[in-house]
């Protein structure tokens, strides 16, 4: 071996080890540590710098000149100078770089001894892989010696970690992290987890660390679980109070972020939301009986029966999070509240329909049109009394289609379909056979008028007929008129228009009483219909004195001065509103529907039983009608049907009901 081999090859793999402590450059050529790695000694040939990004080279040959340093028996010198150097860096270093740190924050202080311990393993890594043949085989056969790398570990652990104002710190502010993450903040988690695996490669997590961390995490779950007892018995002590007090102010107010924190709250206490749905359903029932009871209310009744509707709807999708139990609660509630008043709601929902069918109707589009009836359709679905509704829808229905008012018939036809839907073909029957007449009379007309051209009939008076079936149209009153002689007119009127403007042919002016006598139209009838001659926009009549109401005593006379630019005038007919006698008409009539289906009903089940108890055969009707009934009222019919030898009372046992053949 050449003289001062080893203290020169000891002196460049120092040189080399401190360039990968301090991330500096070193000053030899690669032909120079090629050299002692071949165990021969040039002069160097230039001045030929490798830098740090050289050190992969500096891994290739300095192993070599490790080898050759072991195989000549100064391992042991070696691997205690190697330490001593590892030692000093990091005294001089490392822990001076730590230390003087008193002014950082608890997190940036973390950074720092992260960044100090990344640095040191990196480093370490890179001299193990330098002395790798030392490690491998003089450090290997000594068990008392620790590795090169658990060397490193043991002088990190001793000069940083174990410094009792480095370790309280960095523990310290290891827990304020996991504090900071427990109370919601954001933290930088890669830092954390480097820190505490830190902890583990030193051997001191579990002495150090983990004994605070336990504590730290028991006196959190501690005050937790007593903050959640507490919470729990102060909510639960006042469910019922605090509902009665809140719930009816914030649902009035539609506070939809409060009653969300509401549900909230009430789920995190056992039996909190059974006690919210119960004065959910009182506050439907309570809110939705004042729009239903009160008369006052008739006119606007189904347009807040509507927005009330949506109402709910909104809150259970936002604030109860479309829980179940308080959709079906929701609909039991309003079949409560809606059938209090019996009747009524399914009159004014057929009346709300018929103002949204009506022609003139400009308030929405037909798709709006459409969402509207399907709101009406979920309202409709809670009424008992269906039949009721049928009467007056179908009453409407006819003047719609007879005088040519309906908006649409897409719209028309959408809404017997969605009736038709809910229920049943049976239900619609009727209404479908208005239609077929209609469409029916429709080419009738049509084939009429052609054979009238064909034919060369003089004249142009404009006819037009209906055919109608008539079980399946509304039945009205009869009138009974005076016609008078035939005449030619250029004006487009109704037969009780014509019946009014024919008599000024005899006379230049009649009073009310006399026109009532000669035409023998009803009163309330004429009035509207002198109304429409004489206070309409085609005003062919006047009126003496002026008003927009026909009065007792009120005069006519033929309009002179009456001018328009059209040949053909239209007067249109004001329309008649539904008088007392004809809602008590069509009320009578569903009454007396009713008993002949009530009769049928009974007669079906006792063909079909033979012998029946009366407590058995009231349940059996009640399940088989589709509208409620008074016991009262079922015991007539029985009656009824008694007299009538369609059943018999059992001679043994009054109580029991048999059927005659």
Known sequence: MPENYTQETWQKLKEAVEAIQNSTSIKYNLEELYQVSLLTCSPPRGNTFITKLSFLTLFFLSPQAVENLCSHKI?????????????????????????????????LFLKKIDKCWQDHCRQMIMIRSIFLFLDRTYVLQNSMLPSIWDMGLELFRFYIISDLKVQCKTIDGILLLIEMERNGEAI??????????????????????????????????????????????????????????????????????????????????RGG?????????????????????????????VQELLDFKDKVDHVIDICFIKNEKFVNAMKEAFETFINKRPNKPAELIAKHVDSKLRAGNKEATDEE??????????????????????????????????????????????????????????????????????????????????????????????????????????????????????????????????????????????????????TGIEDSELRRTLQSLACGKARVITKIPKSKDVEDGDKFSCNDDFRHKLFRIKINQIQMKETVEEQASTTERVYQDRQYQIDAAIVRIMKMRKTLSHNLLMSEVYNQLKFPVKPADLKKRIESLIDRDYMERDKENPNQYNYVA
């Open 188 to 269: 930088d988690r890669t830092l954390l987890r480097s820190l505490l695996s830190m902890l583990s490669d030193l051997q001191i997590y579990q002495d150090s660390f983990e004994q605070r961390f336990l504590e730290e995490t028991n006196r959190l779950y501690a005050a937790e679980g007593q903050r959640l007892m507490q919470e729990r018995e102060l909510l639960g002590e006042h469910l019922t109070t605090t509902l009665q007090k809140g719930l009816t102010h914030l649902l009035d107010e539609n506070r939809i972020q409060d009653l969300s924190l509401l549900y909230q709250l009430f789920s995190r206490v």
């Open 369 to 518: 049109l459409e969402k509207m009836l399907d709101k009406i359709m979920i309202i409709f679905r809670f009424i008992y009394g269906k039949d009721v509704f049928e009467a007056f829808y179908k009453k409407d229905l006819a003047k719609r289609l007879l005088v040519g008012k309906s908006a649409s018939v897409d719209a028309e036809k959408s809404m017997l379909s969605k009736l038709k839907h809910e229920c049943g073909a049976a239900f619609t029957s009727k209404l479908e056979g208005m239609f077929k007449d209609m469409e029916l009379s429709k080419d009738i007309m049509v084939q009429f008028k052609q054979y009238m051209q064909c034919q060369n009939i003089p004249g142009n008076i404009e006819l037009t007929v209906n055919i109608l079936t008539m079980g399946y149209w509304p039945t009205y009153v009869p009138m009974e008129v005076h016609l008078p002689a035939e005449g030619k007119k250029e004006l487009q009127v109704s037969l009780f228009q014509t019946l009014v403007l024919l008599m000024f042919n005899e006379g230049e002016e009649f009073t009310l009483e006399e026109i009532k006598l000669a």
């Open 75 to 107: 391992s042991a010198k070696l691997y205690k100078q190697l330490r001593a150097v590892c030692e000093d860096h990091i005294k001089k270093y490392l822990f001076l770089n730590v230390v003087h740190t008193d002014a950082l924050d608890s997190v």
């Open 273 to 301: 939301v059974q006690v919210l749905l119960q004065h959910w359903i009182e506050y439907i029932k309570a809110f939705g009986s004042t729009i239903v009871i009160n008369p006052e209310k008739d006119k606007t009744m």
